[in-house]
């Protein structure tokens, strides 16, 4: 198959590397370069910054010595608007919020699970860059395979043409004939330019995509070993990690809305209305919430949901995987069961095809016969060889399903 792909995408005369520099002196493209390129430029890894900034900062949070920051308050009191007997007081303090039992340790496992996540992000990015690489390379190939076939068609009006001609220059057949074959020959060379046009658009698209200008020399895939979807796929490795976070999240969804008990240390400084010296002092003092715990409540309940949503997405992405992927093996066997009577049906088109050719030559049957004879063995071939590409491009589509990146 990978012979027959090769020598179809050479025999497009120069179409598809009209533009392209010398391969030998290029580094080799593979469907690993080409995913590399993609996603080295997908839109969604801006994100990965933020995620990473997500994560240090709880971190950070987790390594502060306090749970708040620091407060500190000063306080003056004077009777020169009252008794006006002298009397003055000065109080500062600093208040000390200080974590909860396991609240520092809840913080720093979520930082943990906040990190573990990027990688996970990224597999599925790269799943999604090799979605676009698959895409667009079977794309052009299905183009390819137009172009090619129109070609033949083109070659044999030609001939076709060159043969009546010679005929009706001879007397063996009408000057209409050769109005026929001409008016077929024309058609095919329509049919060519407008195949042209198409593979250059999937051209175009395939280099906007992966900044290359030709194909890599092996695009077949292999059928993966295994047809069962498991933990390890992409998207539900990431919707499992994400699980894993948000568990954590529910577990430091209890200290949200808490008040953290609070250590003060404080001086103060006063006098009497006898304006003796200042009497300073130092104390400490200790707050603490009282039957909090419904204040809690409302976070740890939405923490809740979040994960209750997420688990029900990982199902619904898992069961929906396994359904594509049962659709796309049975896809494949439908068409594997075509090509082999595709492959009955060609030949024996090819073998009605030479017999008219033999009978036309001998006058036997008129063009139009000979034509519709041959138009339907050259639909059969073009079905094959497209039907040869669509295989392996829902073997591509397979290894896609099953999450295997390139």
């Not at 001879?170 to 095919?188: F, N, P, T, V, Y």
Request: a negative charge; charged letters at 20%.
């Amino acid at each position: 198959m990978k012979l027959r792909m090769l020598c179809l995408l050479f025999g497009l005369s120069s179409s598809l590397f009209s533009y392209s520099v010398n391969a030998e002196e290029a580094d080799p493209i593979t469907l690993k370069t080409l995913t590399d390129y993609v996603y080295s430029q997908h839109p969604a890894r801006q994100a990965e910054s933020s995620m990473d900034a997500l994560a240090q900062s709880r971190a950070d949070l987790a390594g502060k010595i306090f749970a708040e920051p620091l407060s500190l308050s000063v306080n003056h009191f004077n009777d020169v608007i009252g008794s006006g007997e002298g009397l003055q007081e000065w109080e500062s303090s600093v208040e000390m919020p200080i974590w909860l039992p396991g609240e520092k340790r809840q913080q720093q496992n979520l930082s943990r699970h906040l990190a573990a996540e990027l990688p996970y992000y990224q597999q599925r990015i790269r799943l999604d860059a090799s979605a676009q690489v698959r895409r667009h390379v079977w794309l052009v190939m299905l183009s390819a395979v137009k172009v090619r076939h129109a070609e033949t068609l083109r070659d044999n009006a030609r001939n076709l043409l060159k043969n009546v001609e010679n005929r009706v220059e001879g007397g063996d057949l009408a000057s209409s004939e050769a109005l026929l074959a001409k008016s077929h020959h024309l058609e095919m060379q329509s049919q060519l330019a407008s195949a042209k046009m198409d593979l250059q658009k999937s051209l175009n698209q395939y280099q906007y995509l992966t900044g290359q200008q030709v194909l890599p020399d092996v695009i077949e895939e292999n059928l993966p070993a295994s047809t069962e979807i498991d933990k390890a796929h992409p998207l539900l490795a990431e919707l499992e990690q994400q699980i894993a976070r948000q568990r954590s999240e529910m577990a430091n969804a209890r200290y949200d809305n808490v008040q953290h008990p609070s250590l003060s240390v404080g001086v103060k400084r006063e006098r009497d209305e006898h304006a003796d010296p200042y009497n300073n002092s130092v104390g400490v003092g200790v707050s603490f919430a009282l039957n909090d715990k419904q204040y809690q409540q409302p976070a740890i309940a939405q923490a809740s949901r979040q994960l209750a949503d997420l688990q029900i997405a990982q199902q619904q992405q898992k069961r929906q995987l396994e359904a594509d992927l049962l659709a796309a093996m049975d896809t494949l066997k439908t068409l594997q069961q075509r090509q082999t009577l595709l492959k009955e049906q060609y030949a024996v088109s090819q073998q009605y095809v030479d017999m008219q050719q033999r009978s036309f030559d001998m006058g036997g049957v008129d063009l139009t016969s000979f034509l519709r004879s041959q138009e339907v063995a050259d639909k059969h071939r073009h079905q094959l060889l497209q039907l040869e590409i669509e295989i392996q491009q829902q073997i591509a589509q397979i290894n896609q399903i099953a999450g295997r990146t390139l």
